[in-house]
């Protein structure tokens, strides 16, 4: 089992910046690529970032591409989403997310491609 915990969140105005964190524990040899995806209120979960194990390979979707910046440090077990020039429709409940080599197989910006979930961490962008 690996446990995902995600940090980092908060209220900041349009134009700021957040850096949130999702520390990873339990059997994290296992952890291949990781994931942001967000809920923002009445809408379905959204593919955000996505990063290979080593963290050499990063895939965006177009509404956070050139703002939004996704790290890993696989010695601390811990994924980092930098976030700026942030909008009102980055509103939503971040979730992170890790594939693990017993993982299905499926595309970088699929639910289904990763096994592990954590709780949401809300990020409100005020106008």
């Known amino acids: 089992q690996v446990q995902l915990v995600e940090s980092g969140g908060g209220l900041v105005q349009a134009g700021g910046s957040l850096r949130l964190s999702c520390a990873a524990s339990g059997r994290t040899v296992s952890v291949t690529a990781m994931a942001w995806f967000r809920q923002a209120p009445g809408k379905e979960r959204a593919f955000v970032a996505h990063?290979?194990?080593?963290?050499?390979?990063?895939y965006y979707s177009d509404s956070v591409k050139g703002r939004f910046t996704f790290a890993r440090d696989n010695a601390k077990n811990t994924v980092y989403l930098q976030m700026n020039s942030l909008k009102p429709e980055d509103t939503a409940v971040y979730y992170c997310?890790?594939?693990?080599?017993?993982?299905?197989?499926?595309?970088?910006?699929?639910?289904?491609?990763?096994?592990?979930w954590g709780q949401g961490t809300q990020v409100t962008v005020s106008s």
């Open positions: 997310a890790a594939r693990s080599t017993y993982a299905a197989s499926g595309n970088y910006y699929s639910e289904g491609t990763y096994d592990y």
């Open positions: 990063i290979s194990r080593s963290g050499g390979t990063t």
